[in-house]
Structures are given as C-alpha cells and as structure tokens.
C-alpha cells in the first residue's frame, strides 16, 4: 500500500484514467485508488493498493506514483511562481502609478508652502495666507491620492490571492467584501 493525500488522488487516476493506466503498465502491477470522497479534506489520507506477482513491480509501481506527484507538484510550484511574479509586477506597476500622483501633490504642496513662508517674510500676509490654503489644499489630495492607491493595491491583491475562488462561489460577494474593507484602510 502507499499513503497519499486525498488531494492527489485526481493526479494519480488522471484525465479519463489516463495516468492510472499508465502507472499500470509501466509497472506490470494492479493499482487501485480509492474513489474521490467529497466529504474528505484535501489533507486528510487516502490508501492506494498495489498488488503484482513480485516485490519488486510493488516497488517500481511506488516509485512511478511518488515520481508522478512529485512532477506535478514541481509544476505546480512552478505556476505557482510565475504567478506571483506577474503579480508582484502588477502590484508593482499599480503603487508606481499611485506614487506618482502623490508625489505631485507632495510636491506642490512644498511649493506652495515655500511660497507662502517667502510672501509671509515680505509683509504680504493676504498672499501668504492664500497660498498656505492651497498648501493645504494639495495635502488633502495627497491623503485622497494615498487613500486611493492603498484601496486599489488591496483590491488587486484581494482579487488575485482569493478573488477567482470566492467569485465563483459567491457571486457578487466578493465585490461586497472588497467594498465592506475600503474604511478600514483610508487614512
């Protein structure tokens, strides 16, 4: 017998029993996966049985599934990878753009406020005070233009790492979710 997680039974039995056929006359030796259990959790433990006429189609028939899943598993760390570059990238590409419209109002809010310190000095306080207002001004669209870049890298990210599973089977939920997070990242 070998031990594997219920997860990799689907791998083992493969697309219309295309592996298991395999794994059976590569091997010489009968293999028989339990069926699927839907109540069972991915980690729990399901038992193949192997049976041959020597020891050591046994052996070989073990090694040709752990070969197999281990294959798959390299594949699927693989994807799993290459995913999350392309999303580092696209995280990456969403704070760039944010960042540089908070910088642009960071940097005119410098100005103004340099300004405002140079018209102060000279005596014309009306001046001043306008251009310190608009200082002022641009430090709010800076906190809006923070506020903003923070909800949209949490929204990509909340998409990419559980978005596709929850939409399907939640609809319109995940879109609610997203919504019901906004307040709790705003500055």
């Not at 798959?72 to 969403?94: F, G, M, P, Q, S």
């Not at 001046?127 to 909800?151: C, I, N, P, V, Y």
């Not at 909340?158 to 705003?186: F, M, W």
Request: hydrophobic share 30%.
């Amino acid at each position: 017998t070998l031990q594997i997680q219920c997860s990799e039974q689907k791998y083992v039995i493969g697309t219309g029993g295309k592996n298991i056929r395999k794994l059976r006359e590569d091997s010489g030796a009968e293999i028989r996966v339990p069926p699927p259990n839907s109540e069972a959790s991915p980690d729990d433990w399901a038992t193949i049985t192997i049976y041959a006429d020597s020891d050591a189609k046994v052996e070989h028939a073990k090694v040709l599934i752990q070969r197999l899943l281990s294959s798959i598993h390299e594949e699927r760390e693989e994807e799993r990878r290459r995913r999350l570059e392309e999303y580092t990238k696209h995280t990456d590409a969403v704070y760039k753009k944010h960042q540089a419209k908070v910088d642009k109002c960071a940097q005119k809010r410098a100005d103004y406020f340099q300004r405002a310190a140079e018209a102060f000095e000279k005596g014309e306080k009306a001046l001043a005070k306008e251009l310190s207002e608009k200082g002022h001004e641009e430090t709010r669209k800076m906190k809006d233009a923070q506020a903003h870049a923070a909800f949209s890298i949490y929204k990509a990210k909340y998409v990419e790492l559980c978005g596709r599973t929850r939409k399907k089977q939640e609809g319109q939920g995940t879109k609610k979710n997203i919504a019901s997070h906004r307040d709790t990242i705003l500055f």
